[in-house]
């Protein structure tokens, strides 16, 4: 499943997380016994696919995002997986739709809007337990955001100024680990 899910979203440029943050997350999610996770970005399914295959049976993901015609397509992909039944997605701008969850939540999965990264941050922290885990994708953005890439677009701007705040929230111990294209990982104290 997982590797049509790769080659159909390559072909339509749909960007998914890479095969070994879906490996980090899985592992992750069974490390830190998470049984209720929000995931910030659907697009079709294959990040919380991999969270999912490692959900205890009474494990709940939801997952936001405001593409219909893409969260639909999920859809199919968790039921032929055998996972639908673990996963909630509700449609809407995640912004305006975290505020409106109940915690706690043991682990948060971001990975949407760049811009909106540090609004995210500041709408699932409230919604994590003491000790849950927020976990943040694309924190290296293809070098860019270390410099070894010269760029200065705004999803640039934006990921750099992101990184400062994650390692240095005063909620967090956190870290960015140079898996896929850079995993934040943070523990709320």
């Known amino acids: 499943m997982r590797n049509a899910m ?5 072909a339509e440029n749909i960007p998914i997380v890479s095969s070994s943050i879906g ?5 992750l999610v069974r490390a830190t016994a998470a049984r209720r996770i929000v995931e910030v970005g659907t697009a079709t399914g294959y990040s919380a696919l991999w969270m999912a295959s490692a959900l205890p049976t009474d494990g709940r993901i939801i997952t936001i995002d405001p593409d219909r015609s893409r969260t639909d397509r999920a859809r199919t992909h968790w039921r032929a997986a055998g996972v639908a039944d673990r996963i909630e997605v509700i449609g809407g701008k995640a912004l305006e739709e975290l505020p409106k969850l109940r915690g706690p939540f043991d682990l948060a999965f971001i ?11 500041a709408a ?21 955001a270390s410099g070894a890439v010269l760029a200065d677009d705004a999803d640039t701007r934006a990921i750099r100024e992101f990184n400062r705040l994650f390692v240095r929230h005063p909620q967090l111990d956190a870290t960015i680990l140079s898996v896929g294209d850079g995993l934040g990982v ?4």
Do not use: C, F, M, Q
């Open 23 to 27: 490996h980090a997350l899985r592992v």
């Open 124 to 144: 699932v922290l409230p919604l994590l337990r003491a000790g849950g885990t927020v976990l943040v994708d694309n924190l290296l953005w293809d070098g860019r």
């Open 186 to 189: 943070g523990v709320k104290r």
């Open 6 to 10: 790769d080659t159909i979203t390559l």
């Open 111 to 121: 990975d949407a809007l760049k811009s909106e990264y540090a609004g995210y941050l």
